[in-house]
Protein backbone atom coordinates (compact mmCIF):
# COMPACT_ATOMS: atom_id res chain seq x y z
CA UNK A 1 0.00 0.00 0.00
CA UNK A 2 2.82 2.22 0.99
CA UNK A 3 5.06 1.61 -1.74
CA UNK A 4 2.02 1.93 -4.40
CA UNK A 5 1.79 5.84 -3.08
CA UNK A 6 5.45 6.17 -2.77
CA UNK A 7 5.57 4.87 -6.91
CA UNK A 8 2.95 7.79 -7.67
CA UNK A 9 4.82 10.34 -5.59
CA UNK A 10 8.08 9.64 -7.39
CA UNK A 11 6.59 10.11 -10.47
CA UNK A 12 4.61 13.06 -10.37
CA UNK A 13 7.93 14.52 -8.35
CA UNK A 14 8.41 17.13 -11.00
CA UNK A 15 4.84 18.30 -10.72
CA UNK A 16 5.12 18.61 -6.91
CA UNK A 17 7.77 21.00 -7.32
CA UNK A 18 6.64 23.38 -10.29
CA UNK A 19 3.07 23.93 -7.91
CA UNK A 20 6.01 24.53 -5.06
CA UNK A 21 7.55 27.51 -6.70
CA UNK A 22 4.05 29.57 -7.06
CA UNK A 23 4.44 29.99 -3.10
CA UNK A 24 7.38 28.38 -1.94
CA UNK A 25 11.08 27.68 -3.28
CA UNK A 26 10.61 24.96 -5.84
CA UNK A 27 11.35 21.69 -3.30
CA UNK A 28 8.46 20.00 -2.06
CA UNK A 29 8.73 17.01 -4.81
CA UNK A 30 12.07 16.41 -3.34
CA UNK A 31 11.28 16.51 -0.36
CA UNK A 32 8.30 14.49 -0.34
CA UNK A 33 10.38 11.92 -2.46
CA UNK A 34 12.95 11.96 0.63
CA UNK A 35 9.54 11.45 2.92
CA UNK A 36 8.35 8.84 0.72
CA UNK A 37 11.62 6.79 0.71
CA UNK A 38 11.47 6.99 4.24
CA UNK A 39 8.02 5.86 4.78
CA UNK A 40 8.36 2.78 2.45
CA UNK A 41 11.82 1.53 4.08
CA UNK A 42 9.89 1.74 7.56
CA UNK A 43 6.86 0.31 6.63
CA UNK A 44 8.60 -2.71 5.21
CA UNK A 45 10.67 -3.52 8.42
CA UNK A 46 9.67 -6.93 9.29
CA UNK A 47 10.51 -6.19 13.35
CA UNK A 48 7.67 -4.87 14.42
CA UNK A 49 5.31 -7.26 16.14
CA UNK A 50 1.64 -5.24 15.71
CA UNK A 51 1.05 -2.68 13.51
CA UNK A 52 0.31 0.00 16.15
CA UNK A 53 4.49 -0.21 16.33
CA UNK A 54 5.75 0.13 12.82
CA UNK A 55 3.28 2.94 12.53
CA UNK A 56 4.59 4.94 14.94
CA UNK A 57 7.92 4.25 14.51
CA UNK A 58 7.34 4.97 10.92
CA UNK A 59 6.01 7.92 11.79
CA UNK A 60 8.92 9.13 13.43
CA UNK A 61 11.00 7.88 10.54
CA UNK A 62 9.15 10.46 8.97
CA UNK A 63 9.93 12.93 11.54
CA UNK A 64 13.32 13.00 11.48
CA UNK A 65 13.49 13.41 7.35
CA UNK A 66 14.54 16.96 6.69
CA UNK A 67 11.43 17.95 5.10
CA UNK A 68 10.10 21.36 6.45
CA UNK A 69 6.85 21.30 7.32
CA UNK A 70 5.87 18.53 4.59
CA UNK A 71 7.04 15.66 6.68
CA UNK A 72 6.80 17.35 10.18
CA UNK A 73 2.68 17.03 9.75
CA UNK A 74 2.66 13.62 7.53
CA UNK A 75 5.03 12.43 10.41
CA UNK A 76 2.67 13.66 12.64
CA UNK A 77 -0.16 11.97 11.18
CA UNK A 78 1.37 8.85 10.65
CA UNK A 79 2.79 8.37 14.12
CA UNK A 80 -0.65 9.54 15.31
CA UNK A 81 -2.31 6.85 13.63
CA UNK A 82 -0.74 4.33 15.45
CA UNK A 83 -1.80 5.78 18.84
CA UNK A 84 -5.41 3.77 17.68
CA UNK A 85 -4.93 1.05 15.61
CA UNK A 86 -5.75 -2.48 16.98
CA UNK A 87 -5.94 -5.39 15.55
CA UNK A 88 -5.13 -6.07 11.78
CA UNK A 89 -4.53 -3.44 9.29
CA UNK A 90 -7.65 -4.43 6.58
CA UNK A 91 -10.62 -3.91 9.50
CA UNK A 92 -12.15 -0.66 7.72
CA UNK A 93 -13.48 0.18 10.69
CA UNK A 94 -9.94 0.42 13.01
CA UNK A 95 -8.68 1.98 10.43
CA UNK A 96 -10.99 4.56 10.10
CA UNK A 97 -10.27 5.25 13.84
CA UNK A 98 -6.78 5.07 13.35
CA UNK A 99 -6.75 7.89 10.31
CA UNK A 100 -8.66 9.97 12.64
CA UNK A 101 -6.52 9.07 15.64
CA UNK A 102 -3.60 10.21 13.18
CA UNK A 103 -5.95 13.95 11.89
CA UNK A 104 -5.98 14.41 15.38
CA UNK A 105 -2.40 14.47 16.69
CA UNK A 106 -1.69 17.06 13.59
CA UNK A 107 -4.53 19.63 14.46
CA UNK A 108 -2.35 19.61 17.60
CA UNK A 109 0.29 21.09 15.48
CA UNK A 110 -1.44 23.55 13.36
CA UNK A 111 -4.11 25.16 12.88
CA UNK A 112 -4.81 25.01 9.29
CA UNK A 113 -8.01 24.11 8.43
CA UNK A 114 -9.51 22.92 5.19
CA UNK A 115 -9.24 26.51 3.22
CA UNK A 116 -6.71 27.87 4.11
CA UNK A 117 -4.85 25.90 0.87
CA UNK A 118 -2.63 23.21 2.69
CA UNK A 119 -2.59 19.74 3.09
CA UNK A 120 -5.33 19.82 5.66
CA UNK A 121 -7.75 21.06 2.25
CA UNK A 122 -6.75 16.98 0.95
CA UNK A 123 -6.44 15.05 4.50
CA UNK A 124 -9.64 16.16 6.52
CA UNK A 125 -11.91 15.25 3.64
CA UNK A 126 -9.70 12.15 3.00
CA UNK A 127 -10.06 10.78 6.62
CA UNK A 128 -14.04 11.91 6.92
CA UNK A 129 -14.72 10.06 3.41
CA UNK A 130 -12.89 6.88 4.77
CA UNK A 131 -14.72 7.29 8.54
CA UNK A 132 -18.51 7.20 6.63
CA UNK A 133 -17.97 4.58 4.38
CA UNK A 134 -16.39 2.71 7.16
CA UNK A 135 -19.58 3.91 9.20
CA UNK A 136 -21.56 2.09 6.28
CA UNK A 137 -19.87 -1.22 6.18
CA UNK A 138 -18.04 -0.64 3.37
CA UNK A 139 -15.10 -2.60 2.27
CA UNK A 140 -11.79 -1.59 2.61
CA UNK A 141 -11.02 -1.04 -0.88
CA UNK A 142 -14.17 0.95 -1.80
CA UNK A 143 -13.86 3.42 1.77
CA UNK A 144 -9.86 4.06 0.38
CA UNK A 145 -11.52 4.88 -3.35
CA UNK A 146 -13.92 7.60 -1.47
CA UNK A 147 -10.97 8.59 0.60
CA UNK A 148 -8.98 9.18 -2.80
CA UNK A 149 -12.14 10.94 -4.08
CA UNK A 150 -12.39 12.97 -1.68
CA UNK A 151 -8.08 13.88 -0.97
CA UNK A 152 -8.63 14.40 -5.25
CA UNK A 153 -11.29 17.22 -5.06
CA UNK A 154 -9.93 18.65 -1.91
CA UNK A 155 -6.55 19.03 -3.56
CA UNK A 156 -8.33 20.53 -6.53
CA UNK A 157 -10.26 22.97 -4.86
CA UNK A 158 -7.57 24.45 -3.23
CA UNK A 159 -6.58 26.22 -6.92
CA UNK A 160 -9.42 28.68 -6.29
CA UNK A 161 -7.65 29.38 -2.47
CA UNK A 162 -5.07 32.26 -1.47
CA UNK A 163 -2.91 30.44 1.14
CA UNK A 164 -3.39 31.26 4.73
CA UNK A 165 -0.08 28.98 5.82
CA UNK A 166 3.36 27.75 5.07
CA UNK A 167 5.63 30.83 3.53
CA UNK A 168 3.05 31.29 0.86
CA UNK A 169 1.17 32.72 3.08
CA UNK A 170 2.49 36.33 2.31
CA UNK A 171 1.74 36.47 -1.34
CA UNK A 172 -1.96 36.71 -1.32
CA UNK A 173 -3.71 37.02 -4.67
CA UNK A 174 -0.74 35.67 -6.49
CA UNK A 175 -1.26 31.91 -5.01
CA UNK A 176 -4.49 31.79 -6.36
CA UNK A 177 -5.09 29.99 -9.54
CA UNK A 178 -2.50 26.51 -9.05
CA UNK A 179 -3.31 23.83 -6.45
CA UNK A 180 -1.07 23.24 -3.17
CA UNK A 181 1.80 20.99 -3.62
CA UNK A 182 1.25 19.88 -0.20
CA UNK A 183 -2.93 18.60 -0.62
CA UNK A 184 -1.76 16.88 -4.23
CA UNK A 185 0.51 15.04 -2.58
CA UNK A 186 -1.71 13.89 0.09
CA UNK A 187 -4.42 13.11 -2.69
CA UNK A 188 -1.82 11.24 -4.45
CA UNK A 189 -0.95 9.26 -1.31
CA UNK A 190 -4.46 8.01 -0.91
CA UNK A 191 -4.78 7.73 -5.11
CA UNK A 192 -1.89 5.45 -3.73
CA UNK A 193 -3.54 3.19 -1.02
CA UNK A 194 -6.46 3.13 -3.08
CA UNK A 195 -5.27 1.78 -5.96
CA UNK A 196 -2.94 -0.93 -4.29
CA UNK A 197 -6.14 -2.01 -2.46
CA UNK A 198 -8.29 -2.16 -5.67
CA UNK A 199 -4.97 -4.44 -6.85
CA UNK A 200 -5.44 -6.84 -3.46
CA UNK A 201 -8.86 -7.15 -3.82
CA UNK A 202 -8.73 -8.19 -7.54
CA UNK A 203 -6.20 -11.04 -6.80
CA UNK B 1 18.96 32.66 -14.33
CA UNK B 2 20.67 29.28 -15.13
CA UNK B 3 22.58 27.82 -12.20
CA UNK B 4 26.25 27.86 -12.37
CA UNK B 5 27.89 26.35 -8.90
CA UNK B 6 30.80 24.32 -7.86
CA UNK B 7 28.62 21.10 -6.40
CA UNK B 8 28.88 17.91 -6.51
CA UNK B 9 25.90 15.11 -6.62
CA UNK B 10 22.88 17.46 -5.00
CA UNK B 11 21.54 14.72 -3.03
CA UNK B 12 24.53 14.82 -0.86
CA UNK B 13 24.87 18.52 -0.62
CA UNK B 14 23.99 19.00 2.99
CA UNK B 15 26.58 16.35 4.39
CA UNK B 16 28.96 17.70 2.33
CA UNK B 17 29.09 21.29 3.08
CA UNK B 18 28.44 20.07 6.80
CA UNK B 19 31.73 17.95 6.53
CA UNK B 20 33.93 21.09 4.80
CA UNK B 21 32.69 23.63 7.30
CA UNK B 22 33.42 21.05 10.82
CA UNK B 23 36.59 20.44 8.69
CA UNK B 24 37.94 24.24 8.08
CA UNK B 25 37.02 24.98 12.20
CA UNK B 26 38.22 22.03 13.91
CA UNK B 27 38.80 24.11 16.43
CA UNK B 28 35.29 25.68 17.01
CA UNK B 29 33.17 23.05 16.30
CA UNK B 30 32.81 19.56 15.13
CA UNK B 31 30.00 17.52 13.11
CA UNK B 32 27.55 15.44 15.59
CA UNK B 33 25.70 12.64 13.82
CA UNK B 34 24.86 13.49 10.13
CA UNK B 35 23.71 17.48 10.22
CA UNK B 36 23.82 19.14 13.81
CA UNK B 37 27.02 21.13 14.41
CA UNK B 38 27.92 21.46 17.73
CA UNK B 39 30.99 23.49 19.56
CA UNK B 40 34.69 21.60 19.38
CA UNK B 41 34.89 21.75 23.21
CA UNK B 42 31.39 22.25 25.14
CA UNK B 43 30.74 25.06 27.38
CA UNK B 44 31.42 24.60 31.33
CA UNK B 45 28.78 22.06 32.87
CA UNK B 46 26.17 24.29 34.61
CA UNK B 47 25.54 26.89 31.77
CA UNK B 48 23.05 27.16 30.02
CA UNK B 49 23.00 25.50 26.14
CA UNK B 50 21.57 27.91 23.32
CA UNK B 51 20.35 25.64 20.06
CA UNK B 52 18.81 26.63 17.00
CA UNK B 53 17.70 24.90 13.83
CA UNK B 54 17.10 26.04 10.28
CA UNK B 55 17.47 24.96 6.69
CA UNK B 56 20.57 24.97 4.83
CA UNK B 57 21.56 27.14 2.01
CA UNK B 58 22.03 30.37 4.17
CA UNK B 59 25.58 29.55 4.69
CA UNK B 60 27.00 30.95 7.39
CA UNK B 61 24.07 30.38 8.81
CA UNK B 62 22.86 29.48 11.14
CA UNK B 63 25.66 26.91 12.28
CA UNK B 64 28.18 29.57 11.64
CA UNK B 65 27.62 30.97 15.15
CA UNK B 66 28.56 27.59 17.30
CA UNK B 67 31.06 28.61 19.43
CA UNK B 68 32.33 30.40 22.74
CA UNK B 69 29.86 33.33 23.27
CA UNK B 70 27.17 31.69 21.19
CA UNK B 71 25.05 28.60 19.98
CA UNK B 72 26.15 25.32 21.54
CA UNK B 73 24.41 23.47 18.46
CA UNK B 74 22.74 23.81 15.11
CA UNK B 75 20.37 21.50 13.81
CA UNK B 76 20.82 21.90 10.14
CA UNK B 77 18.36 21.10 7.72
CA UNK B 78 17.86 20.56 3.75
CA UNK B 79 18.42 23.76 1.44
CA UNK B 80 15.88 26.27 2.64
CA UNK B 81 13.80 23.38 4.40
CA UNK B 82 13.66 22.98 8.22
CA UNK B 83 15.65 19.95 10.25
CA UNK B 84 12.95 16.92 10.91
CA UNK B 85 11.68 16.76 14.36
CA UNK B 86 13.43 13.80 16.00
CA UNK B 87 17.47 15.45 15.35
CA UNK B 88 16.06 18.69 17.07
CA UNK B 89 15.52 16.38 19.96
CA UNK B 90 18.63 14.38 19.72
CA UNK B 91 20.50 18.13 19.73
CA UNK B 92 18.42 19.61 23.14
CA UNK B 93 18.58 16.03 24.97
CA UNK B 94 22.53 16.20 23.67
CA UNK B 95 22.80 19.30 25.39
CA UNK B 96 20.98 19.31 28.35
CA UNK B 97 23.19 15.46 29.14
CA UNK B 98 24.85 17.15 32.05
CA UNK B 99 21.37 18.31 34.15
CA UNK B 100 21.60 21.31 32.23
CA UNK B 101 19.01 23.95 30.56
CA UNK B 102 18.83 24.71 27.17
CA UNK B 103 17.17 27.24 25.31
CA UNK B 104 15.96 27.06 21.76
CA UNK B 105 16.16 29.56 19.40
CA UNK B 106 13.77 29.04 16.39
CA UNK B 107 13.08 31.52 13.59
CA UNK B 108 9.37 32.25 12.28
CA UNK B 109 9.42 29.99 9.18
CA UNK B 110 6.47 27.33 9.29
CA UNK B 111 8.53 23.68 9.16
CA UNK B 112 11.08 25.41 12.02
CA UNK B 113 8.20 26.18 14.35
CA UNK B 114 6.42 22.84 13.88
CA UNK B 115 9.89 20.93 14.18
CA UNK B 116 10.76 22.86 17.35
CA UNK B 117 7.05 22.58 18.86
CA UNK B 118 7.37 18.57 18.71
CA UNK B 119 10.87 18.56 19.89
CA UNK B 120 9.70 21.19 23.02
CA UNK B 121 6.67 18.55 23.48
CA UNK B 122 9.08 15.90 23.42
CA UNK B 123 11.67 17.76 25.81
CA UNK B 124 8.80 18.56 28.22
CA UNK B 125 7.95 15.05 28.49
CA UNK B 126 11.26 13.95 29.16
CA UNK B 127 11.64 16.37 32.20
CA UNK B 128 14.28 18.42 30.26
CA UNK B 129 14.65 21.99 31.53
CA UNK B 130 13.85 24.09 27.73
CA UNK B 131 12.77 27.64 27.12
CA UNK B 132 11.84 28.54 23.05
CA UNK B 133 12.27 31.97 22.17
CA UNK B 134 10.93 32.70 18.29
CA UNK B 135 12.36 35.35 16.21
CA UNK B 136 9.95 37.47 14.23
CA UNK B 137 11.35 40.52 13.17
CA UNK B 138 10.37 41.10 9.51
CA UNK B 139 8.31 44.45 9.69
CA UNK B 140 7.65 43.85 5.73
CA UNK B 141 5.33 40.55 6.94
CA UNK B 142 2.01 41.11 8.99
CA UNK B 143 2.31 41.50 12.94
CA UNK B 144 1.49 38.73 14.82
CA UNK B 145 3.35 36.50 11.73
CA UNK B 146 6.43 38.18 10.76
CA UNK B 147 9.19 35.97 9.35
CA UNK B 148 12.31 35.72 11.47
CA UNK B 149 15.13 37.07 9.13
CA UNK B 150 18.43 38.10 10.00
CA UNK B 151 17.73 39.41 14.19
CA UNK B 152 18.30 35.92 15.39
CA UNK B 153 22.15 36.93 15.46
CA UNK B 154 21.77 39.70 17.71
CA UNK B 155 19.61 37.03 19.86
CA UNK B 156 22.48 34.44 20.02
CA UNK B 157 25.20 37.12 20.94
CA UNK B 158 23.26 38.55 23.86
CA UNK B 159 22.03 35.17 25.05
CA UNK B 160 25.26 33.39 24.16
CA UNK B 161 26.91 36.03 26.34
CA UNK B 162 24.51 35.81 29.04
CA UNK B 163 24.99 31.88 29.38
CA UNK B 164 28.79 32.23 29.09
CA UNK B 165 28.80 34.16 32.23
CA UNK B 166 26.53 32.14 34.09
CA UNK B 167 23.02 33.64 34.12
CA UNK B 168 20.54 31.09 34.66
CA UNK B 169 17.71 29.56 32.00
CA UNK B 170 15.48 32.70 32.92
CA UNK B 171 18.06 35.41 32.81
CA UNK B 172 19.09 33.86 29.50
CA UNK B 173 15.64 33.88 27.84
CA UNK B 174 14.44 37.24 29.41
CA UNK B 175 17.46 38.64 27.50
CA UNK B 176 16.46 36.83 24.42
CA UNK B 177 13.45 38.22 24.84
CA UNK B 178 14.47 42.00 25.13
CA UNK B 179 16.72 41.39 22.11
CA UNK B 180 13.93 39.74 19.95
CA UNK B 181 11.34 42.56 21.21
CA UNK B 182 13.67 45.49 20.11
CA UNK B 183 14.89 44.47 17.06
CA UNK B 184 12.87 44.79 13.68
CA UNK B 185 14.45 43.73 10.15
CA UNK B 186 13.37 44.70 6.22
CA UNK B 187 15.38 43.42 3.29
CA UNK B 188 15.19 44.43 -0.06
CA UNK B 189 15.93 41.79 -3.10
CA UNK B 190 17.57 42.81 -6.40
CA UNK B 191 18.37 39.85 -8.08
CA UNK B 192 17.04 36.23 -7.76
CA UNK B 193 19.52 33.54 -6.66
CA UNK B 194 18.79 29.36 -8.34
CA UNK B 195 18.13 26.95 -5.64
CA UNK B 196 21.34 24.19 -5.51
CA UNK B 197 19.11 21.43 -5.10
CA UNK B 198 16.72 21.77 -7.99
CA UNK B 199 18.44 24.91 -10.05
CA UNK B 200 16.01 26.92 -10.44
CA UNK B 201 15.65 30.77 -9.69
CA UNK B 202 13.74 31.25 -6.47
CA UNK B 203 11.81 34.10 -8.21
CA UNK B 204 11.55 36.37 -10.60
CA UNK B 205 12.51 40.11 -10.39
CA UNK B 206 12.56 42.29 -13.71
CA UNK B 207 16.03 43.80 -14.31
CA UNK B 208 15.72 46.50 -13.49
CA UNK B 209 13.09 46.10 -10.24
CA UNK B 210 14.17 46.11 -6.80
CA UNK B 211 12.04 44.35 -3.89
CA UNK B 212 11.49 45.90 -0.70
CA UNK B 213 10.54 43.26 2.15
CA UNK B 214 11.47 39.87 0.54
CA UNK B 215 11.82 37.18 2.74
CA UNK B 216 14.63 34.76 3.19
CA UNK B 217 13.98 32.34 0.42
CA UNK B 218 12.36 34.44 -2.35
CA UNK B 219 9.28 34.55 -0.69
CA UNK B 220 7.68 37.86 -2.56
CA UNK B 221 6.96 40.48 -0.64
CA UNK B 222 4.73 43.84 -1.28
CA UNK B 223 7.63 46.51 -2.14
CA UNK B 224 8.09 46.10 -5.81
CA UNK B 225 10.07 49.04 -7.55
CA UNK B 226 12.25 50.34 -9.61
CA UNK B 227 16.06 50.45 -8.90
CA UNK B 228 16.98 53.07 -6.62
CA UNK B 229 20.50 54.71 -5.49
CA UNK B 230 22.26 53.14 -2.43
CA UNK B 231 20.95 56.72 -0.85
CA UNK B 232 17.28 56.72 -1.65
CA UNK B 233 17.18 52.70 -0.71
CA UNK B 234 18.48 53.23 2.90
CA UNK B 235 15.97 55.79 3.40
CA UNK B 236 12.97 53.93 2.20
CA UNK B 237 13.83 51.09 4.53
CA UNK B 238 15.48 53.14 7.65
CA UNK B 239 12.33 54.77 7.93
CA UNK B 240 9.96 51.87 7.66
CA UNK B 241 12.18 50.54 10.78
CA UNK B 242 12.67 53.57 12.70
CA UNK B 243 8.79 53.75 12.45
CA UNK B 244 7.80 50.27 13.09
CA UNK B 245 10.21 50.34 15.81
CA UNK B 246 9.15 53.47 17.56
CA UNK B 247 12.71 54.83 17.44
CA UNK B 248 12.75 57.93 19.02
CA UNK B 249 15.30 60.77 19.82
CA UNK B 250 18.55 59.76 22.24
CA UNK B 251 18.09 56.36 21.86
CA UNK B 252 20.70 54.08 20.57
CA UNK B 253 20.49 51.62 18.06
CA UNK B 254 22.98 48.53 16.67
CA UNK B 255 22.25 48.63 13.02
CA UNK B 256 23.66 45.85 11.12
CA UNK B 257 23.90 45.27 7.48
CA UNK B 258 23.64 41.63 6.17
CA UNK B 259 24.55 41.11 2.55
CA UNK B 260 22.28 38.32 0.79
CA UNK B 261 25.29 36.83 -0.77
CA UNK B 262 25.96 38.95 -4.30
CA UNK B 263 25.49 41.85 -3.02
CA UNK B 264 29.32 43.92 -2.71
CA UNK B 265 30.23 44.83 0.83
CA UNK B 266 30.99 48.40 -1.57
CA UNK B 267 27.39 49.03 -1.83
CA UNK B 268 26.89 47.74 2.13
CA UNK B 269 28.78 50.59 2.69
CA UNK B 270 27.71 53.23 0.90
CA UNK B 271 23.96 51.71 2.33
CA UNK B 272 25.66 52.94 5.38
CA UNK B 273 26.72 55.88 4.88
CA UNK B 274 23.62 56.79 4.63
CA UNK B 275 22.26 55.05 7.40
CA UNK B 276 24.90 57.12 9.79
CA UNK B 277 23.70 60.31 8.37
CA UNK B 278 20.05 59.36 8.26
CA UNK B 279 20.68 59.04 12.24
CA UNK B 280 22.87 61.77 13.08
CA UNK B 281 20.10 63.94 11.44
CA UNK B 282 17.39 62.48 13.71
CA UNK B 283 19.75 62.51 16.73
CA UNK B 284 19.36 58.73 17.30
CA UNK B 285 22.71 57.13 18.37
CA UNK B 286 24.30 54.89 16.58
CA UNK B 287 25.91 52.54 19.28
CA UNK B 288 26.83 49.75 17.34
CA UNK B 289 27.02 48.05 13.89
CA UNK B 290 27.99 44.82 11.94
CA UNK B 291 28.47 44.75 8.09
CA UNK B 292 28.84 41.23 6.23
CA UNK B 293 27.18 37.98 5.03
CA UNK B 294 25.33 36.35 8.10
CA UNK B 295 22.56 34.69 6.26
CA UNK B 296 22.94 34.72 3.22
CA UNK B 297 20.26 33.27 0.28
CA UNK B 298 23.00 31.65 -1.93
CA UNK B 299 23.38 33.88 -4.66
CA UNK B 300 21.03 36.09 -4.39
CA UNK B 301 21.77 40.18 -4.74
CA UNK B 302 20.20 42.25 -2.03
CA UNK B 303 20.69 42.86 2.05
CA UNK B 304 18.45 43.20 4.99
CA UNK B 305 18.67 45.93 7.55
CA UNK B 306 18.40 45.20 11.34
CA UNK B 307 18.34 47.68 13.61
CA UNK B 308 18.04 46.91 17.61
CA UNK B 309 16.90 49.37 20.59
CA UNK B 310 20.12 48.64 23.04
CA UNK B 311 20.10 49.20 26.49
CA UNK B 312 23.34 49.12 29.16
CA UNK B 313 22.87 45.51 29.16
CA UNK B 314 22.20 44.27 25.69
CA UNK B 315 25.52 46.59 24.73
CA UNK B 316 27.38 44.72 26.84
CA UNK B 317 26.24 41.71 26.25
CA UNK B 318 27.21 42.58 22.39
CA UNK B 319 30.84 43.46 23.44
CA UNK B 320 31.17 40.18 25.30
CA UNK B 321 33.74 37.78 23.98
CA UNK B 322 32.82 35.17 21.45
CA UNK B 323 34.80 32.82 19.27
CA UNK B 324 32.74 31.66 16.86
CA UNK B 325 33.36 30.23 12.68
CA UNK B 326 31.65 33.84 11.21
CA UNK B 327 31.30 35.79 14.50
CA UNK B 328 34.08 36.97 16.70
CA UNK B 329 35.68 38.99 19.08
CA UNK B 330 38.42 39.29 21.69
Not at chain 2, 143 to 156: N, P
Not at chain 2, 200 to 207: K, M, Y
Not at chain 2, 219 to 247: S, W
Not at chain 2, 297 to 309: P, S, V
Request: some cysteine.
Amino acid sequence: MFAEAAGRIRREQELLSELDCVGGDGDHGAAMLRTMDMLECAMTQDCHETLNARLKDAGWSVLSVDGGASSAILGTFIAGMGDAVMGHESDCTHLALSFAAGLRAVEKQTKAKPGDKTMMDALVPAVQAFATAANSGESIAHAMEYASDAARKGAEATKGMIAKYGRARYLGEKTRGSADAGATSIALLFRGFSAALKQDEET
Amino acid sequence: MRMKKFINDPKHLVPELLEGFALAFPDKVRLNGTSTIVRATPKASGKVRLVTLGGSGHEPGLSGFVGRGMLDASVAGEIFAAPGAVKCIEAIRNACTGGESALLIVLNHAGDVLAANIAMQAAEREGLNVKMVLTQEDISSPEGDRRGLVGCVGVYKVAGAAAEKGAPLDACFEVAQRMERNMRTLAVAMRTATHPATGQPIFELGDDEIEIGMGQHGEAGTGRMKLKTADETADIMLEKLLADLKVTEGEGLLVLLNGAGATTLMELYLIFRRVAQVLQARKIKLVRSAIGEFITTQEQAGFQMMIARMDKELIELWDAPADTPSFARL
